[in-house]
C-alpha cells in the first residue's frame, strides 16, 4: 500500500495500547501512541491521522474534552473513544460530544478491530447517495426501500431493511452484534442475550430461501455481509 | 413538592395563645381591683350625701320637732331632683310629707336615730336606693333615701369599657399569635420543603436568597452545612465507583486480550470469554443499579423521550426472540405517549422484563404488554401466564441478588428486576406488582410529560 491509514492511540496503559496497536498494524495500518492527553493532542493536531483512538481517564485529562480541541486543531480523523467508562450515559456523552464510535473497555480485540475497519470505510467513501446497492445478485434500494435478489422482490420489515442497509454499507468487513445494536436500533445497552442473532438469522433465512447466501457468521466476532456471485 | 401542613403550627399557636391569655388574665385581675376601688368610693359619697340630710333633718327635729321636719320635707319634696327619696308618716300609717305617699314594701324601719349606720339599699323599679328607714319616737316613720343611680350608671360605663378592652385584648392577642404562627411557619415550610426535596433525592436543593440573621438563618446555616456533607460524600461514593469500574476493567481487558492469544483450544477459550463477559455484565449491572439510584430525583440527564416508541422499538426487537419460545404475544401501545426519561434505561428496564419472560415462560404462556395514558401518568403493564414469582422471594424480589430456589439452574445473577425498581426511581415512576390469577404482571406508572403548549 503506498499511502498507508494512520491510526494514532492515545491510551496510558501501554499493554492495551500494544493490544490497540497490534489490531491496527493487522489492519494494515501505521500507528503512533502517546500516553498523555497532551502529546496526544499535540500530534493529532500536527499529522494527519485517518482515525484516533482516545481514551478517556488519562494523565492531563478527560479524552472526550479534548475532543474539541483535537477538531479545533484542524484534524478531520475520525475518532474512536475507547475506556472504561463503559455505562450507557458514558457513551451517549461521548458519541455527543463528538465521537464516531465509542467502545467500551474491557474489549474484546475482534469487537475493536471491526469498528476500526468499519471507520477506516466510512473514512475513504466519499459518496454513498448512489440509490443503488448492488451486490452479486443482491440488489438494494434505498428511496424505495427495497430488496431484490436475482430480480425477484425480497419482501423485509423496516428494521430489517435497516439491518441489511448497514450490512451492505460494511460489505465484506465482519460487523459485531453490538455495533448493530448501536447503529439499527440506536440503543446503547448490552442486553446480554441472542436478540440481535434472531433478526440476522431471519434476514439470512429470507435472503437464503431467494438464492443468496450473503450474511457469514464470523464465529465469535459478529457478521460478515459478503454476497457471493453465483 | 409541597404537602399540606395543616397543624404544623400547633406549638406556636399555642405558645401565642397562652401568652395572650395571661395578658388578658392579668389586665382583668387589674381592672377589677380598679373597679372595686370606684364603686367603694362612689358609695361613700352617696353615703357622704345621705349622712348630710340626715344631718340636716336632725337638727330640725332638735328644735321643732315633727313639724319642722313636715315643713323641711314638704319644702324639698316640691324641689325634688328625683335623686333622693324623702317620706315621714303618722302613727296610723298616714304620710305627712314627702316625695312618694306610700312606703316600700321591702322595707322595714329600724332604730330612732338620725345617724347613717345600718343603711340599707333596696330596689324599686329600675333604681337602687341607699336608704336609711327609722321610726321616731311617737311612732312617726321617717325614710331617708338616695338614688344609686348615677353609681350604677358609673359603673355599667366602667363595665362596657372594660369589656370593650378586653375584646380588644383578645382580639390583639390572637392576631399576635397569629402573625407569630405564620411569619414562623413561612420559615420553618422553606425548610421543610427543602427537607422535602432532598428526601426525593434532590441533594443539591438550597434555600436561595439571604438568611434572617435569628435562629431561623442559623437553622438553615447548619442544615445547608450538613447538606453540602452529604453531598460530598455522595460525591466521592460516584468517584470511588467510577475509578473501581476503571481499575477493575484494566485488568479484565488484559486478560480478555491474553485470552486471544491462547491457540489450539478454541472451545476453552470461548468459555472462559463467556464467564469472564457473564461477571462484566454483573458488575455492570451493580453498577448501573447504584448509579441510578443515586441520580434519583435529581432530574439531570433525562429528555423528552417519546415512551410509546422506545417501548414499540424494544417490543419489535424481540418479537423474533419471543415468538421463537413459543409465545402468545400482544402489545397495545398508545402512540405518541412521551415522558421525561434516558432512552436507554427505558429500552433496559423493557428489555430486562422481556428477557424474563423469556427465561421463565413456557411455550403456549401468553404475554401481553399495554401502554396507556392515565391521569398524570403512563401506565406500563406487562403481564404473562407463566409461572410468576414465588411467594417466597415476593417481598425481597426487587432487591439485588434475589433469585428464587427453584430457579437455581436457570442462568443469571438476580439483578433483573433491582435494575428495574432502580430506573424506574430514577425516573420517578411508581412499580406495583398487581396480583393476577396466574403468571407475573408488573406495572409502571411513568410521571407524564408536562407539555407547554
Known amino acids: 500500500m503506498s499511502d498507508m491509514e494512520r491510526i494514532l492511540i492515545i491510551e496510558d496503559d501501554p499493554e492495551t495500547a500494544a493490544a490497540i496497536r497490534a489490531e491496527a498494524e493487522a489492519l494494515g495500518c501505521q500507528t503512533d501512541h502517546r500516553d498523555t492527553l497532551p502529546s496526544g493532542i499535540e500530534a493529532a493536531t500536527t499529522v494527519k491521522y485517518n482515525v484516533i483512538v482516545l481514551d478517556r481517564m488519562l494523565p492531563g485529562g478527560d479524552g472526550v474534552d479534548a475532543m474539541a480541541n483535537i477538531r479545533a486543531g484542524g484534524s478531520t480523523a475520525l475518532i474512536l473513544i475507547l475506556s472504561a467508562l463503559g455505562r450507557a450515559a458514558n457513551r451517549v456523552e461521548g458519541l455527543e460530544k463528538g465521537a464516531d464510535d465509542y467502545l467500551p473497555k474491557p474489549f474484546e480485540p475482534e469487537e475493536l478491530r471491526a469498528r476500526l475497519r468499519a471507520l477506516l470505510r466510512r473514512g475513504t467513501i466519499q459518496v454513498l447517495d448512489n440509490d443503488l446497492l448492488a451486490f452479486g445478485d443482491v440488489e438494494i434500494r434505498l428511496k424505495a426501500r427495497t430488496v431484490h435478489v436475482k430480480r425477484n422482490h425480497v419482501p423485509t420489515s423496516p428494521k430489517e431493511f435497516e439491518l441489511i442497509t448497514y450490512f451492505a454499507r460494511n460489505a465484506g468487513q465482519v460487523v459485531t452484534r453490538m455495533q448493530l445494536l448501536e447503529n439499527v436500533w440506536n440503543l446503547h445497552f448490552d442486553p446480554g442475550t441472542n436478540v440481535v442473532d434472531v433478526h440476522v438469522g431471519r434476514l439470512r433465512r429470507k435472503l437464503e430461501e431467494a438464492g443468496a447466501t450473503a450474511i457469514q457468521t464470523a464465529r465469535g466476532e459478529g457478521y460478515i455481509f459478503a454476497p457471493l456471485p453465483a | ?453
Open chain 2, 1 to 453: 413538592m409541597t404537602t399540606p401542613r395543616p397543624f404544623a403550627a400547633k406549638a406556636t399557636l399555642r405558645l401565642a395563645a397562652a401568652m395572650a391569655l395571661a395578658v388578658t388574665l392579668l389586665s382583668l385581675a387589674a381592672m377589677a381591683l380598679q373597679y372595686r376601688l370606684v364603686e367603694t368610693r362612689l358609695m361613700q359619697a352617696q353615703k357622704t350625701l345621705l349622712s348630710a340630710d340626715l344631718d340636716g333633718l336632725a337638727a330640725l327635729y332638735d328644735q321643732r320637732r315633727i313639724i319642722a321636719l313636715r315643713q323641711a320635707i314638704d319644702y324639698r319634696a316640691t324641689a325634688a331632683t328625683g335623686d333622693e327619696m324623702l317620706l315621714l308618716m303618722d302613727r296610723n300609717g298616714q304620710p305627712l310629707a314627702g316625695t312618694r305617699k306610700d312606703w316600700p314594701a321591702s322595707l322595714a324601719p329600724s332604730g330612732d336615730t338620725f345617724t347613717p349606720d345600718n343603711a340599707t339599699t333596696f330596689t324599686e323599679g329600675q333604681t337602687r336606693w341607699l336608704a336609711v328607714a327609722r321610726t321616731l319616737p311617737g311612732g312617726f316613720p321617717l325614710l331617708v333615701a338616695r338614688s344609686l343611680a348615677p353609681v350604677d350608671a358609673t359603673l355599667a360605663a366602667l363595665r362596657r369599657g372594660m369589656l370593650g378592652l378586653l375584646a380588644a385584648l383578645l382580639v390583639a392577642g390572637a392576631l399576635v399569635g397569629w402573625l407569630a404562627a405564620h411569619s414562623v411557619m413561612t420559615k420553618i415550610n422553606r425548610l421543610n420543603t427543602l427537607a422535602d426535596r432532598v428526601a426525593d433525592g434532590a441533594l443539591d436543593a438550597r434555600l436561595p436568597g439571604p438568611r434572617s440573621p435569628d435562629e431561623f438563618g442559623l437553622l438553615e446555616t447548619h442544615v445547608h452545612a450538613m447538606l453540602d456533607r452529604i453531598e460530598n460524600l455522595n460525591r466521592a461514593t460516584h468517584r470511588l465507583s467510577d475509578t473501581i469500574a476503571h481499575e477493575l476493567r484494566t485488568p479484565l481487558n488484559r486478560m480478555l486480550q491474553k485470552l486471544s492469544k491462547i491457540e489450539g483450544q478454541p472451545d476453552l477459550t470461548a468459555e472462559l470469554k463467556s464467564e469472564m463477559r457473564q461477571a462484566i455484565r454483573m458488575f455492570d449491572s451493580l453498577l448501573d443499579i447504584s448509579r441510578a439510584e443515586a441520580d434519583q430525583g435529581t432530574g439531570g440527564g433525562l429528555v423528552p423521550v417519546d415512551l410509546s416508541s422506545v417501548a414499540a422499538e424494544v417490543w419489535d426487537l424481540y418479537d423474533p426472540l419471543l415468538e421463537d419460545k413459543g409465545l402468545q404475544i400482544e402489545a397495545h401501545i398508545t402512540p405518541g405517549l412521551h415522558i421525561l426519561g434516558d432512552r436507554n434505561l427505558i429500552a433496559q428496564v423493557l428489555s430486562n422484563l422481556l428477557d424474563n419472560a423469556i427465561k421463565y415462560c413456557g411455550a403456549g404462556d401468553r404475554l401481553t404488554l399495554t401502554l396507556t395514558p392515565e391521569d398524570d401518568r403512563i401506565l406500563m403493564r406487562l403481564s404473562d401466564t407463566g409461572p410468576g414469582l414465588p411467594e417466597d422471594i415476593k417481598p425481597e424480589a426487587f432487591d439485588r441478588f434475589t433469585r428464587a430456589e427453584r430457579d437455581r439452574a436457570t442462568p443469571g445473577h438476580g439483578h433483573g428486576l433491582a435494575l428495574v425498581r432502580a430506573i424506574a426511581a430514577r425516573h420517578g415512576a411508581r412499580l406495583t406488582l398487581p396480583t393476577t390469577e396466574k403468571g407475573f404482571a408488573l406495572e409502571i406508572r411513568w410521571p407524564k410529560l408536562q407539555q407547554s403548549d
